[in-house]
């Protein structure tokens, strides 16, 4: 039916659900059950949601329900005060490391921290998270978990994550070697004038882990909590997917919206058949 | 009293009135006022004061307070659905060398537009920002104002300016030769891990022409209208100021707070002198 080489790519197999878009609505059970009703080919669980219900049993309703884990969320808040809260961090990251082994997930996504609370040393935080970074990376070799640095919007970048584009987080990758690599959202990386070259640098290394869409509304209400739902906003997220893609990129688009104003208030079911059918025009 | 060679840097002689500090409070008088009564060293107008005071009028009257000005705000919007709107605003740029001329201004600040309406082209819109800035480049160097190309946070991105780096700015700088160069604010640029060896590029090609100063506050909350008060937030001011002396800026910091819930409600008096305080810890 398909000419040799080809692979149906529907938009629902091409869709993998981060449990965030459903925050408020489903625990990470009802969200393995809504991926398989809804025909989608992947899930990525917050940690919160995936404790809740049990790393074994999650494992297994998760390879039950026959979904690719495309993440898991979230690794990283290395920058702390004092070295006790960066001790502290590490050992939690190993924790998290342990838990994306458990349920196979391709990568352990990091949202690496903001400016510790007093410090405006920007520099001092960008070398505790690439200290974090080193610290953690032998545990995670060790357990088959590749660690994927997700650079956030820069207006995130005192109180959540100072790693702030694509290039900053390849730099990271390059002295540490094999085991690391970047998670693309379109969220965060949209605006920036370098991120295509930084895209086909992060496939010519190897690094391109995971790819996430939802959009960029005008006007945002919110800085944090007021995504878009695709095709809703003003990110050109097809030309995105076919960068990741001529970059080596297969995995399935991973829908990811902080939604309070809006998605996290509808039906469930409406969200994920809204976003499969959203997907369609985000496929190359 | 001093040394030779030293200057007197008073914080107040060291700090110039952006009128949107006190854009609800204060008209262009009342600001011009204002600054020579806490002996401010600068002012930089907006347009809809200016136009109220009337070009003329607002020349002689900042004139005789003895005030530099740093900069006229604000020239740019280029990015427009179609050719009429895009000529209007080169039109409209042009007006405003014309009034930036006769107040003798150390340069026409641009802020350049963001995507226009139903847009997703980010990189037309860019095009159409360096067409623009071509397009009146002629007129400024006939006028003797500079172009200051300001390159806004990335959150403003989609509605407001599609230049979000400094990098960026002065690769748009290069090609177009003399007479055009950024304003650094640091409000929008603290965050980006290249803006230090930027600075320096921007001195070495003498593109520095103004310098802006306010503060990042944790949690922000209201992305256009909640800047803080010098050393109410997370940027290192005095890293800046030291930077762009580095780098051969010599003119004052120049104050520009948008904040509409806290500083637009205070009394206007009260808010320079606060700046004037704060201003001491801002310089090197």
């Not at 898991?72 to 001790?87: I, N, S």
């Amino acid at each position: 039916m398909f000419p040799p080489g080809t692979t149906v790519r529907s938009p629902a197999a091409m869709l993998s659900l981060n449990t965030a878009t459903l925050r408020p609505q489903w625990s990470l059970a009802e969200c393995i059950d809504g991926c398989e009703r809804h025909g989608l080919g992947g899930i990525s669980p917050w940690r919160d949601k995936l404790q809740e219900l049990g790393v074994a049993e999650a494992a297994r309703r998760i390879a039950d329900a026959g979904l690719a884990v495309t993440g898991l969320c979230r690794g990283g808040l290395f920058t702390a005060a004092d070295a006790a809260g960066r001790a502290a961090a590490i050992d939690d990251n190993r924790r998290a490391i342990d838990e994306a082994a458990a349920i196979r997930a391709a990568c352990l996504v990091l949202v690496c921290g903001g400016l510790a609370p007093g410090s405006r040393d920007l520099t001092g935080a960008r070398q505790q998270v690439a200290d974090g970074i080193a610290a953690i990376l032998p545990h995670a070799r060790a357990a088959g978990v590749p660690l994927a640095i997700e650079p956030l919007h820069p207006v995130y970048c005192a109180d959540r994550c100072c790693i702030n584009t694509l290039d900053q987080a390849l730099d990271l990758c390059d002295p540490l070697g094999e085991g690391v690599g970047v998670a693309v959202d379109v969220y965060h990386v949209w605006w920036d004038p370098a991120v295509r070259p930084a895209i086909a640098r992060a496939g010519t290394t190897g690094r391109l882990l995971a790819f996430h869409v939802c959009d960029w509304l005008v006007p945002t209400r919110d800085p944090l909590l007021d995504r878009g739902m695709m095709g809703d906003g003003v990110i050109d997220i097809l030309g995105f997917r076919r960068a990741v893609e001529a970059a080596g990129f297969q995995g399935p688009n991973e829908v990811e919206i902080f939604s309070e104003l809006n998605w996290w208030k509808r039906d469930p079911d409406e969200v994920l058949q809204v976003a499969v059918e959203r997907n369609a025009a985000c496929l190359g």
